[in-house]
């Protein structure tokens, strides 16, 4: 499956007899999949069809749909509002009563009057809604395969980024590993070093005995042992979930937290500058890569 990314945006325009529509969809980051629907009055019926078309395709993202729709004026209906004619010709009555000597008013000043003509839509029939609702439906799932193209497009690009800088976390975590502080020697002759120190420091006799013990607590502290082997798995795992593809937005996110929580037990551990280095370098790709990851769906 291909990866996706949680932004993009789609247009489709459609039309059917004398009405012409457009459906715009958006899509940005969220946690779990939101839509946010706006339609026109009257196509109330479509919102639990259009839910479950969106949610067969996309996983996770807020989801901005809207739908604007314009019909034809020559099928409105000329028609006279009854309630307006009369509230004109009651004023007429009670004008002619207070004014006498007035010409009465014409056909056409009275029709003038706001209100009195209006246009209204012409009401479809039954079949004609559905073939309407039929139509929108069609068009929206148009829109929806752009949608989903272009957020696979985008999650394309995640993917050789996020592939990048796997490898770079990759590379120094074998760094880390290749370490000639690390070597057992190296940390031996330390250890041995900060032990003759602490002796010709020493005002008095310390027990040979608890200072092996503490060398060896000291020792076994600063191994990254675990860590560098939790690393190399971390990447095996993200690599894997990449070539998978998918809805892995969660799981890969939850693992840039676990190499994050190694970096930092790495630094801590540190007792060499190249150690530390390593560690920093660690951390700042661990950034740069859950900024890329935040965007997958």
Known sequence: MALASMTGFARAPGETGVVRWTWELRSVNGKSLDLR???PTGLEALEPKIRERCSKVLRRGNISIGLSMQRDQAENQLQVNEAALESVLSAIKLLETRIPNVAPPTLDGILAQKGVFELKEQEDDEAAQQALHSALLTSLDAALIDLVDM???EGAAIGKVVHQQIDTIASLT????????????????????????LLDASETKLDPQRLHQEAVFLATKADIREELDRLHAHVNAVRELLDTGGAIGRRVDFLAQEFNREANTLCSKSNDVDLTAIGLDLKAVIDQMREQIQNLE
Do not use: G
């Open 37 to 39: 629907i706006r339609i």
């Open 151 to 153: 957020r696979h497009s």
């Open 174 to 197: 074998q760094a880390a590993e290749d370490l000639p502080a690390r070597q057992p020697e190296a940390i031996k002759a330390r250890l041995k070093k900060m032990v003759e120190e």
